[in-house]
């Protein structure tokens, strides 16, 4: 059995962005396709306004007009031999409930291509994939995902596959959905630079699990869980003079037989004996009176345990003493 998605409990409120973020491999785009239903559950409950999602075809097509996926790879998430018009048409006929004219159908398209800014739609209505940038397909993704009026869009790594130059008008068109349509949005990515520029809040997974969570903007000026700390020093950074002193080692582990413990503990610079002897609880972030940030934050990690206090100043003592030798060498 391969431990994916474990003990993860996730909310998404109306008009707000929710960021999951991790490596790789570690359980981002399997919880978007169990949000959608294209993975089942092995345990857990999957609810929609509190109500209990059903798994027969009629609850199931039901579902897919109120939660969307939007794919990473806008070159093969469309049909090269159709049309713009074509794509956008199809879900209009499934999920509409009647029969459309053609006269609705076309206001229809063209309302569509407006939302996604894709004007003048006469210009991109008719017009193939291969005669369309990676920007304005990944619009077209997002647009047949609007077409069925959902209230959760689900956006597995929607920029990851565009060109740097094209990647600030996904996110932007994203944010202006968030707040004309108030869609609660998931957000895959591996960039937490672009979750803090985009998300509400952050979720941060590791081998299948959540390891931190909370605020956006505390996640990423405060990170508690060393793990956290690893992928924010990856991230560029224009104003960093040094390279980063937090490094970690060693490889993912198997999710086929994970490590016991903490997951992290074998890659982690500060880890403890009872790091590898028991899970850590998720415990909460002492809040600084910084005026950053004003939500929730916690981490799984033994070093926020009051009872390790001494450890952790041990710990992080050794880390920061070995990776001082490490650069001087």
């Known amino acids: 059995m ?11 409120p109306r008009g707000t962005v929710t960021a999951v973020v991790g490596e790789s491999g570690s ?6 396709r169990l949000l959608t239903q294209l993975i089942t559950p092995t345990t857990g409950d999957l609810l929609l306004d509190g109500e209990p999602v059903r798994g027969d075809a009629k609850s199931r097509r039901a579902y897919t007009s ?10 093969s998430s469309l049909n090269s031999v159709h049309t713009v018009r074509y794509h956008l048409e199809r879900p209009l006929k499934l999920h509409a409930g009647r029969r459309l004219s053609r006269e609705e159908l076309d206001r229809r398209v063209r309302e569509l291509l407006e939302r996604v800014s894709l004007t ?3 210009n991109y209505i008719d017009a193939y994939p291969h005669e369309l940038s990676g920007g304005q397909r990944q619009r077209v993704a997002i647009a047949r995902g609007l077409a069925v009026e959902p209230e959760v869009l689900l956006a597995d790594e929607p920029v990851s596959m565009l060109d740097v130059s094209i990647r600030l008008g996904v ?3 994203l944010d202006e959905l968030r707040e004309r349509e108030q869609l609660a949005i998931l957000y895959v990515t591996h960039d937490i630079a672009s979750a803090r520029y985009l998300a509400d809040s952050i979720v941060v997974m590791y081998a299948g699990q959540i390891v931190e969570s909370g605020d956006a903007v505390q996640v990423t000026d405060r990170p508690a869980h060393p793990y956290t700390q690893l992928l924010l020093s990856a991230a560029p950074d224009p104003e960093r003079d040094a390279p980063p002193v937090l490094r970690g080692r060693g490889a993912p582990p198997s999710l086929v037989s994970p490590p016991t413990g903490c ?8 880890a403890m004996p009872v790091c590898a002897e028991q899970a850590p609880p998720t415990l909460p972030i002492t809040p600084i009176d910084s005026g ?9 990690c033994w070093l926020l345990d009051p009872e390790h206090n001494a450890q952790r100043e041990g710990a992080q003592n050794d880390g920061a003493q070995h990776d001082a030798n490490h650069l001087k060498d």
């Open 120 to 122: 003048p739609a006469e």
């Open 2 to 12: 391969v431990h994916a998605v474990e003990d993860v409990n996730l909310d998404l």
């Open 263 to 270: 997951r992290f503990h074998p890659r982690c610079p500060f």
């Open 171 to 173: 996110l932007n068109l």
């Open 27 to 32: 359980g981002k785009s399997t919880l978007a």
């Open 66 to 75: 109120r939660v969307h996926l939007v794919l990473q790879d806008p070159f």
């Open 292 to 300: 950053v940030g004003t939500g929730r934050q916690v981490a799984a």
